[in-house]
């Protein structure tokens, strides 16, 4: 299972991948913690909160506009479909940072930067502040793209199973899901909506593909695969995401360690989250991740590095939960 699966998300063969990456997505990395996780589960002895997931009676979309709601009540301004294109760095600290809404670049001059943009992004908008050796770094590390393929069916239900995965390196997609199997909620009748996870970088073949065509394309694949195919398609549209894994290759450390250790050396500019890291992690270790950056502010406005240190340590130990 592992080793196509590996291959398909990747885009690289299984001995080109970093062990980290083990580490990293299986919790059950060694022979003790593997027993532990087969008899939590076991009757009589599984926690009431095993395996327990909570979902949005509206999706997930739910839990980041409250985040919003929560910020803008506090003070917070948002600003929707704003690209930073350039982060001013003098003196190894930072001064200012460029944002382009549409037409309309923007500067704002300031002496503090969060970032969560990839890592790649970031010191692309650092522009001429950033040492050779840096730039070579970031050149040298990569991100795995990732295609969402939604199909509306009208049907109730396509499977009774919240998800299916695909290590056939003969299926292109990796999962498919089926977000009203999620809670015991049947709205909307007589529709369900299944989401499928194309590995593809931008570029390639299916990058490239049209919202309809990818749709059809899905559904052939799952009749391949011997899944339903009778419902009738409604809509089909697609979410493309550049930069939706680090990708761990056998020299990924080494380039990343270049990056971090001058990024932390500037004044006033923190990145964290799973691209600003390059981590592999769920949203609860990126929250985590932001709850520790804004544990590390100190009341006067200074920021604590060698608290944030102790919380990157933390970090360090997150192992994916699927």
Request: aromatic share 10%; hydrophobic share 40%.
């Amino acid at each position: 299972f592992y080793f196509p699966y590996m291959r398909k998300l990747w885009g690289l063969a299984p001995e080109d991948l970093a062990p980290t990456l083990a580490r990293r997505r299986v919790s059950g990395s060694s022979l003790p913690k593997l027993m532990r996780k087969i008899f939590s589960q076991l009757p009589g002895l599984k926690s009431p909160t095993t395996g327990k997931f909570y979902y949005p009676r509206k999706g997930f979309g739910m839990i980041c506009n409250r985040l919003g709601e929560t910020a803008s009540a506090a003070g917070a301004e948002i600003q929707l479909g704003a690209r930073v294109e350039k982060i001013d760095i003098k003196d190894n600290r930072v001064t200012g940072v460029s944002v382009r809404r549409g037409d309309v670049l923007e500067h704002h001059e300031t002496d503090a930067v969060w970032s969560t943009l990839p890592l790649t992004t970031l010191i692309t908008a650092a522009g001429d502040a950033v040492p050779a050796a840096v730039r070579d770094a970031a050149a040298s590390i990569r991100y795995r793209g990732m295609i969402l393929v939604y199909i509306v069916l009208d049907t109730d239900q396509y499977t009774e199973y919240d998800a299916h995965y695909f290590p056939e390196l003969e299926v292109p997609i990796s999962r498919l899901s089926e977000p009203k199997n999620y809670s015991a909620a049947s709205e909307p009748r007589g529709r369900t909506v299944l989401c499928a996870e194309l590995p593809s970088d931008p570029g390639d073949q299916y990058w490239g593909m049209g919202d309809s065509e990818l749709g059809e394309a899905l559904y052939g694949w799952l009749r391949d695969c011997g899944l339903p195919n009778s419902a009738k398609i409604e809509r089909a549209f697609t979410r493309r995401l550049a930069h939706a894994y680090p990708v761990y290759d056998r020299d990924y450390q080494r380039h990343f360690d270049v990056m971090d250790e001058w990024l932390t050396g500037i004044d006033g500019l923190l990145t964290f989250g799973r691209q600003g890291l390059f981590a592999h992690d769920n949203t609860h270790h990126a929250l985590a991740m932001a709850y520790g950056a804004v544990d590390s502010l100190r009341a006067d406005g200074q920021f604590d590095a060698a608290r944030w240190a102790a919380h990157r340590k933390e970090f360090e130990t997150h192992v994916v939960e699927d």
